[in-house]
């Protein structure tokens, strides 16, 4: 008689297995997490999730991709889009942050795995299609070529508008403690991020 333990899984089973592995891994990395903390949280035992997955490396690189690949597409679609500059500002801050509100845990995840694991995060992981930054580049500068905002390299315009998007989610408790927040209010504060930031990137773009 087939061993129960090793019968084929179910599309329902293979999805609590992936939901489990994701809030597992993106809370705790790869390093920290536990095959039996995965099972334990999709309601199976062991053996089934080392039957599908054979190992943690293997859970792990699925994940982690499934992660990147939710959010480069929006992203590379709004960067490399022939939308005037303002407003790719504004879509770009919009997603952004509401990819990252779905997924609160990606800025924190990316920057641990990049750190620990460099050569897997960028070989194994990361998508080979990437958002061509040059197309928003070209964009600013010829902005600030006719005079329309004032002068400022594209590099430290894209890096200001993802800190300012990120901040706030990769320091989610030291913000909570700060401002006094419960989980509503710090919710509804995340939300207004998208208007405050774009005002604020505006603004400093105004020509001099």
């Known amino acids: 008689m087939d061993n129960p333990e090793l019968q084929p899984i179910?599309?329902?089973?293979?999805?609590?297995?992936?939901?489990?592995?994701?809030?597992?891994?993106?809370?705790?990395g790869m390093d920290g997490a536990k095959m039996q903390e995965i099972a334990d949280r999709a309601g199976i035992n062991k053996a089934l999730l080392h039957y599908y997955y054979r190992s943690?490396?293997?859970?792990?690189?699925?994940?982690?991709?499934?992660?990147?690949?939710?959010?480069?597409?929006?992203?590379r679609q709004v960067i490399e889009s022939d939308l005037p500059l303002e407003e790719k500002i504004r879509r770009f801050i919009g997603t952004y942050i509401d990819i990252i509100?779905?997924?609160?845990?990606?800025?924190?995840?990316?920057?641990?795995e990049i750190n620990k694991h460099p050569e897997r995060f960028?070989?194994?992981?990361?998508?080979?299609?990437?958002?061509?930054?040059?197309?928003?580049f070209r964009q600013v500068e010829a902005e600030v070529a006719a005079g329309k905002?004032?002068?400022?390299?594209?590099q430290h315009l894209i890096v200001n508008i993802v800190s300012m998007c990120a901040f706030p989610f990769i320091g989610k408790p030291m913000m909570r403690i700060l401002l006094g927040m419960g989980t509503g209010e710090m919710r509804i504060f995340l939300e207004e991020r998208k208007y405050e930031v774009t005002t604020f990137v505006l603004a400093s773009l105004r020509p001099e």
Do not use: C
Request: hydrophobic residues 45%.
């Open 10 to 28: 179910p599309d329902t089973t293979e999805q609590k297995i992936f939901e489990a592995a994701h809030e597992v891994f993106t809370q705790k």
């Open 56 to 75: 943690k490396e293997k859970l792990y690189e699925m994940v982690a991709r499934a992660i990147i690949n939710k959010a480069m597409p929006a992203i």
């Open 101 to 112: 509100s779905q997924n609160p845990y990606i800025p924190l995840f990316i920057i641990s």
């Open 122 to 136: 960028f070989d194994a992981i990361l998508p080979a299609t990437l958002p061509k930054p040059e197309v928003f």
């Open 149 to 154: 905002i004032r002068n400022i390299k594209p």
